[in-house]
């Protein structure tokens, strides 16, 4: 609940301004006193037309005075007090002019002094109070230069300096005044935030105080009113919205940067379903909708990619223009299922949006929750997996264009699970990752692949993959390097290869951690170069020799921008002064292209396909046996 007390400027100035009145007024009823009894002084001490003058000017100060000391006992608007108490500066500066000019004498001067010094602190504003002592030095001007043109030095250096610090000391008691009229309304807020504070808290119970729409608590109750009201009889759905790299937001950007993010997201939610759905977020990038509507799969799916259109608009916070996405996963709310599976299902679904290219809406089919279930499957033989038996590598040659030979091999992990038979590694590997078992295979497959190195009498340079869980997890790292050193082999014939988007998770552990691995010799390449982010930034501070142009860019060969690309992704790394390998040269097309384009090396089935340890090793033989014999021939032919 909101404050009813007003927190306007006005409010405060008018707060201020009645703390100030008592004393406008006390300087009012002062001057009243004064010229009454002024008045009655000049009836004893001047007579004739001086004693006219006088007296008028004293009666008539006088009478004004104590009019406008009435009128403030009542509020009026401030440009109405400001002439009151103007007339009455004017008639106290007609007095002390009267005065003068009835007897010049140098002592009556004095009274332009105190006038200054009374006017700064009993007029109403400051503006006032300026005006009013501009007045009186103009006057006192006049005095100096008709009759004491010798003092107008010395005077106007007292009267300037009087009202100066005068004026001062009324600015710093009004600004005292106007804070305590302020503390004093703060104190009337705060008062009445207290007396309602039951129901601002019930409203926070269930608000989000980030974005301000309804939280997880609130989404539970709405649900159960869609679900037993009347809006399960014309059709309810329930619909699950994740945002699609908001991570990767808070990590480039902040997370305050990410609050605003949100909060952005949630004022085009709340725009776009207004009253027709109730919307909450519940939980990090994690919004809920409630939709009351009856219609087919078909025009909820519509509806609904339509409000996924509205989040993807490119969004400005803080000059800067952030992309981001969102998938959604939809299911019908139904009365007879339970409350648990209808969240389920809307959760299966928005699982397969993730896993199927994310910004898309996909509505629950029964063959979400097998897809789940599967993978449910495939996780439980992971945790069961004994990784030094089931888990087998094969390699994928890696050729530099300019030595014309095969310098390195990709290590790829292969599972043969006891229970479910092969596995792709497409599969496993990301749900290795999402349930935080990546680690046992990573150290797995380094394991072996240290002991085929060791195997072989001339070693071939292996190149190996880091998530990035792995990279941010000491405790790995440390393994890594303890069973490189204990294997005694050179660390430069591991590669260890991270992509962007694995770096970002947390890229100070990870860069603190790639440089311990850099360190001790092992090279490091950037994987899937040219589909992440891109921040040259981390390039440059980072101890990365390779960049791997991401496969994705040899698709499209016949496309002439293509080629363009290519050539400045190998640009980036020239600039860099890093490797530059192709991936996916998969025909003699390709190769063509990219020698063009001027990557170092390249890498595709063109040179190979996935093959084991002892086929690696017989190619690279053959490979050797074949550089040999052509250079024993160009020795002959030389000779």
């Given at each position: 609940m909101t404050s009813t007390i007003p927190k306007s400027t006005a409010f405060i100035d008018a707060a201020a301004e009645q703390a100030y009145r008592p004393i406008v007024k006390a300087y009012l009823g002062a001057a009243a006193l004064y010229y009454a009894i002024m008045t009655f002084v000049h009836f004893w001490t001047i007579n004739g037309s001086n004693l006219v003058t006088m007296a008028t000017a004293s009666i008539t100060a006088c009478g004004v005075s104590i009019f406008a000391w009435r009128a403030l006992s009542r509020p009026l608007e401030l440009v109405k007090r400001e002439l009151l108490v103007g007339l009455v500066n004017l008639l106290v500066l007609a007095n002390v002019m009267a005065a003068m000019h009835i007897e010049h004498a140098q002592e009556n001067l004095l009274y332009f002094i105190m006038m200054v010094m009374g006017f700064a602190f009993v007029s109403v504003s400051m503006r006032q109070a300026f005006l009013s002592i501009v007045v009186v030095l103009g006057c006192l001007f006049l005095e100096l230069v008709q009759h004491y043109p010798e003092q107008l030095v010395v005077y106007s250096f007292i009267t300037v300096g009087a009202a100066f610090s005068t004026a001062t000391l009324s600015y710093s008691l009004r600004r005292s005044i106007r804070a305590g009229a302020m503390a004093r309304n703060e104190a009337e807020i705060k008062l009445e935030e207290a007396q309602n504070l039951g129901q601002k808290m019930r409203h926070l119970s269930l608000s989000d105080s980030l974005t301000?729409?309804?939280?997880?608590?609130?989404?539970?109750?709405?649900?159960?009113?869609?679900?037993?009201?009347?809006?399960?009889?014309?059709?309810?759905?329930?619909?699950?919205?994740?945002?699609?790299?908001?991570?990767?937001?808070?990590?480039?950007?902040?997370?305050?940067?990410?609050?605003?993010?949100?909060?952005?997201?949630?004022?085009?939610?709340?725009?776009?379903?207004?009253?027709?759905?109730?919307?909450?977020?519940?939980?990090?990038?994690?919004?809920?909708?409630?939709?009351?509507?009856?219609?087919?799969?078909?025009?909820?799916?519509?509806?609904?990619?339509?409000?996924?259109?509205?989040?993807?608009?490119?969004?400005?916070?803080?000059?800067?223009?952030?992309?981001?996405?969102?998938?959604i996963g939809c299911n019908r709310i139904v009365d007879d299922t339970m409350e648990t599976q209808t969240i389920r299902n809307a959760d299966f679904a928005l699982l397969h949006a993730k896993k199927h290219g994310k910004n898309r809406v996909v509505v629950f089919h029964d063959e979400h929750a097998k897809e789940a279930a599967e993978r449910f499957q495939v996780e439980q033989a992971l945790r069961a997996a004994d990784f030094d038996t089931e888990i087998n590598l094969v390699f994928q040659p890696q050729f530099d264009l300019g030595k014309n030979k095969i310098v390195r091999a990709e290590t790829l992990a292969r599972w043969e699970s006891p229970v479910l038979g092969k596995i792709g590694p497409d599969q496993f590997i990301k749900i290795a990752e999402e349930s935080g078992l990546i680690a046992r295979i990573t150290l797995t497959v380094v394991g072996k692949a240290l002991r085929v190195l060791k195997s072989w009498e001339d070693p071939i340079p292996l190149s190996i993959n880091l998530s990035s869980h792995d990279l941010i997890s000491d405790q790995v790292i440390d393994q890594i390097v303890r069973l490189v050193s204990e294997s005694g082999l050179n660390p430069s014939l591991i590669e260890f290869e991270v992509t962007e988007t694995a770096m970002m998770v947390d890229l100070e552990k990870a860069s603190t951690n790639l440089l311990q691995l850099s360190d001790i010799g092992h090279p490091v390449a950037l994987d899937d170069f040219g589909t992440g982010y891109c921040n040259f930034n981390y390039l440059r501070s980072l101890p990365i020799s390779k960049l791997k142009v991401d496969r994705s860019f040899m698709e499209n060969v016949g496309d002439p921008m293509t080629e363009k690309i290519l050539h400045s992704l190998a640009g980036i790394a020239k600039t860099l002064d890093v490797h530059c390998l192709l991936e996916g040269v998969e025909n003699e097309l390709e190769l063509i292209i990219a020698k063009r384009v001027g990557p170092q090396s390249v890498q595709g089935y063109l040179f190979g396909e996935p093959m084991n340890a002892t086929e690696l090793y017989l190619h690279v033989e053959a490979q050797n046996i074949m550089e040999n014999k052509g250079d024993r021939m160009s020795q002959v032919v030389g000779g």
């Open positions: 301000g729409l309804p939280n997880r608590r609130a989404f539970f109750e709405a649900f159960n009113q869609y679900k037993k009201g009347t809006g399960s009889d014309n059709g309810s759905w329930l619909a699950l919205l994740d945002l699609d790299g908001f991570k990767a937001v808070n990590d480039m950007y902040g997370h305050i940067m990410g609050d605003e993010l949100l909060k952005a997201v949630a004022k085009r939610l709340q725009g776009y379903c207004g009253e027709e759905a109730h919307v909450s977020r519940t939980g990090g990038d994690e919004f809920s909708i409630l939709l009351l509507r009856d219609g087919s799969s078909e025009d909820i799916e519509l509806w609904l990619q339509k409000l996924l259109d509205v989040i993807g608009e490119i969004y400005e916070i803080d000059e800067r223009l952030i992309p981001v996405s969102g998938s």
